[in-house]
């Protein structure tokens, strides 16, 4: 039955999305077809899938394809296939807003884009799929029926605000989408996409690879003329990778990822014998905007004997090396496979378990190979990497090796753990580093001065996962990590000890009153107070215990709700510090001064703040201080 046409308004999202495509900034406008074929090809899958799973579904499979028509006169595109084809509902869903995560974030981002290349770089990265027709359409029209189902769907929209729909009677099984061209690209041959040679072209050179036959009518022939095939459908990682060049594993990519950019690297994977499969598997050169949100998906689908059997596959690949793209194609396994099946699979096990180690030794190769490459890669997905180190026990080493971390070496350029292995000074024992917010507050932070004074280098740890993994990866190479800002320690070699111990003893006794008297002032916000080996300018510190949590794991811990009982430090003092000595005449010949109980208050409070941390009663700080300043003047 034919409902009357409704007129329906495209979600705020995807009106904003289409205005970019009228205007169209992105300047390869030939990707648009790569979309829609890319679209079709989908549809085809799905339904082969679908038709597999469901013996009684009432659809045709017999010959699926997809066709592309051009009609110069009527100046019109249409790319049809016989695949899935979409209700009402889905049409409106799928096509009438957009459901990618990270939309929002990509348009704030669009509109403090400053000029054009930033603009397209943006697009490039989000890749906007069907919406790249109004790139050279001004008019789209959309027809479809779900298979298995009888009412028919048209759709149409200028691409301005709003679109409308209508049920209609007769529709064929699958999508037709045909594109109203924009006459102002009439003109231009390089544009002209009602050319069956410029569209052959653009099939030929972005959808080769696609398995489906991809048929055009003969030129200028009429409706008689005899459909002929333009891609060549063999799948590419079942070709030998001799045949297949660059630029077909680049559009493959962009195929399999809905990503406009080229890949960073191309990995391929074959293994023959009792259990065959071959792997194609894609590095981006980009994060994508979603990485770390919750619905983020994997990017691995898995093929059985060439049929597409499911997009993010969750079995192949772990969760922190979720940017990673590409196809799976497995022999052995029935076509009926379910998620849950594949968990359980040991030759799904197997498949992925070589998978990890083979992205891993590939950014292994790409670190002395290619460092330029490398840097791209870990800026963009080291983050996520980092995350294996708490997952992936088997591969701990591996991933400690090829990851970096920025480092007071050089400010520039970060380190990986081996050189830093390399650089260490005699008699290091441990790998150092320190947790922290900023690369600024860490460098500038109090725990520092010993360090710099000595020339010991001391990773710069800022991201957030960096404060858990560090607790529970025990060290590279036989070295401990131990944080600066944590526990004892001991910079000294074994000989400036002895020439220091008489000293040091002699210290411990001068300070012993002081020590006591403060931790029991201070008792409230330190579990101790103790000298100092770490400071060299700053009087005072705070150190966590060995075992304790950092301030920044605390304050992330109860953000997520947890209770944590309070967590109190140790408060370290530097001897040498002239505030410090005179503190501690001062409690020696006045032990009831109570102004000195603020004086060890403000000392504490100060040590805080140069670590970058916040006083719980800054307003009773700065009493206390202005109170001492004024003294002064
Ligand atoms: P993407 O392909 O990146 O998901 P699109 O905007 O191109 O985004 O398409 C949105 C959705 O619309 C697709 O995921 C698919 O579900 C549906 N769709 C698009 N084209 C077709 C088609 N030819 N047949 C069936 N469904 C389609």
Redesign the pocket.
Known sequence: MTTPIETLEFQSEARQLLQLMIHSIYSNKDTFLR?LV???S??LDKLRLESYRDKDLDADTSDLHVTIETDPAERTLTVR?N????TRDEVIA??GTIAKSGTADFLTKLKEAKDAAASQDLIGQF?V???ASFMVADKVTLV?RRAGTTEGVRWESTGEGTYTIQEIEDAPQ??A?TLHLKPEDAEDHLYDYTSPAKIREIVKKYSDFITWPIRMTGEGEGEDAKAETVNSMKALWARSSSEVTEDEYHEFYKHVS?DWQDPLETIRLQAEGTFEYQALLFLPSRAPMDLFMRERKRGVQLYVKRVFIMDDCESLVPEYLRFVKGVVDAQDLSLNVSREILQQDRQIQLIRRRLVKKVLSTVKTMMTADAEKYATFWQEFGRAVKEGLLDDFENREAILEISSFASTQDAEKPTSLRAYVERMKDGQQHIYYMTGESRSAIENSPHMEAFRAKGYEVLVLTDPIDEMWVDAVPGFDGKQFQSIAKGQVDLESDEDKKATEVAREQQKKDFESLLTWMATALGDTVKEVRLSSRLTTSPACIVGDTHDLTPTLEKMYRAMGQELPPIKRILELNPEHALVTGLREAHASRPDDEGLAETAELLYGMALLAEGGELADPSRFIRLLAGRLEKTL
């Open positions: 979309e890319s679209n079709a989908d549809a296939d695949g899935i084809g979409m799928l096509i890749g799929g069907f919406y479809t699958g999508t989408v809905h």
